[in-house]
């Protein structure tokens, strides 16, 4: 099956450092990627929609400037965690789908970050 | 989006049935019943879905009541492997939208 793939599986930074995190899809080409975050004990919750070649739509209370979404190519989308404090340590995970109707959503292994 | 309720934990034995229930009875007509799992410290994996029908798949089973109020996840022989978190999620016809995940079901499978 459709397979997406996301770099770093998990990192430590330190206060006030910027983390890049990667989502490829490795063989189908991505419109649209989604980018979740997820605290412990919790359920995943939207942060941004990504589109290919636009810019990237963010749910309420994401600070875009914070986090920082690129589109450029059909297989992948990149999340910077700008000026990171502790308090964004989370796991983050990004979710791709293909262009057919109604098809399944495929995810990335997820990142754990932990700001230090 | 529609919303649904699922119990938040379940027990099995390891090699027994489970069947994991989800309600949601502000469904619209159009709305696909999705499955999720999410292993620990994994990324969601999909499952099954289905509109109407009843559907089988080689990892689950999904049973639609008649009115689409509720359905349930059929795992026919549960495994160590399967205890995961369950996502019972409704989706447009289009699915263009991001999936919205409720709390789901904790799953444990006893050996």
């Known amino acids: 099956g459709a397979v997406v793939s996301q770099h770093p599986s998990w990192v430590i930074c330190k206060s006030g450092t910027s983390v890049k995190i990667e989502c490829r899809s490795l063989d189908f080409q991505a419109t649209t990627m989604f980018w979740y975050r997820q605290f412990p004990k919790q359920s995943l919750m939207l942060m941004a929609t990504s589109n290919e070649g636009s810019k990237a739509t963010y749910e309420q209370g994401v600070e875009k400037d914070k986090f920082l979404i690129n589109h450029a190519s059909l297989t992948l989308s990149t999340l910077t965690v700008t000026s990171a404090h502790p308090e964004d340590s989370s796991f983050y995970i990004c979710?791709?789908?293909?262009?057919?109707?109604?098809?399944?959503?495929?995810f990335g292994q997820g990142t754990r970050l932990t700001v230090v | 989006d529609a919303k649904t309720t699922q119990p938040n934990s379940m027990e099995s034995n390891e090699e027994e049935p489970v069947h994991l229930p989800c309600n949601h009875s502000?469904?619209?007509?159009?709305?696909?019943i999705h499955w999720y799992r999410q292993l620990p410290s994994q990324g969601p994996e999909y499952v099954i879905h289905?509109?109407?029908s009843n559907v089988n798949n080689r990892m689950a089973s999904l049973a639609i009541a008649e009115d689409r109020k509720s359905s349930t996840l059929i795992l026919h022989r549960a495994t160590l492997r399967d205890a995961a978190v369950y996502y019972c999620i409704l989706r447009g016809r289009t699915g263009r939208r991001a999936l919205t995940f409720g709390s789901g079901t904790r799953l444990q499978v006893q050996p």
């Open positions: 289905g509109l109407t």
């Open positions: 502000t469904i619209s007509g159009t709305d696909y």
């Open positions: 979710s791709a789908r293909g262009g057919a109707e109604n098809t399944e959503a495929f």
